[in-house]
């Protein structure tokens, strides 16, 4: 059994930071990327940044030079840094994982529960 908890989330000004965290926990043999979605109330679930287990990173435009993704395989952890956030930042927040349980097991992903961010104006 594997799980993701994410954790960091609140309400925060615009152009303020906020820095999330997402902790996977369980067998696990190896992951081979994270990742982080976001989903805003009516829209669907977006990808916004994800590493791969080389620290290869990937950002939607949308959040380019304002959110670094980084992890710690070791710690089994992975965070994004989320700074001069806006109002159209604001959503739930996912972390996924995708990764295999022992040497042999599929390649699976898995996801957190969600961390609500909320931008004021």
């Known amino acids: 059994q594997v799980q993701l908890v994410e954790s960091g989330g609140g309400l925060v000004q615009v152009g303020g930071s906020l820095r999330l965290s997402c902790a996977a926990s369980?067998?696990?043999?190896?992951?081979?990327?994270w990742a982080w979605y976001r989903q805003a109330p009516g829209k669907e679930r977006e990808l916004v940044a994800t590493i791969t287990s080389g620290d290869s990173t990937n950002y939607a435009d949308s959040v380019k030079g304002r959110f670094t993704i980084s992890g710690d395989n070791a710690k089994k952890q992975v965070y994004l840094q989320m700074n001069s956030l806006k109002p159209e930042d604001t959503a739930v927040y996912y972390c996924n994982a995708n990764l295999r349980m022992s040497r042999y097991a599929p390649n699976y992903s898995y996801w957190g529960q969600g961390t609500q961010v909320t931008v004021s104006s």
């Open positions: 369980g067998s696990i043999f190896s992951i081979n990327h």
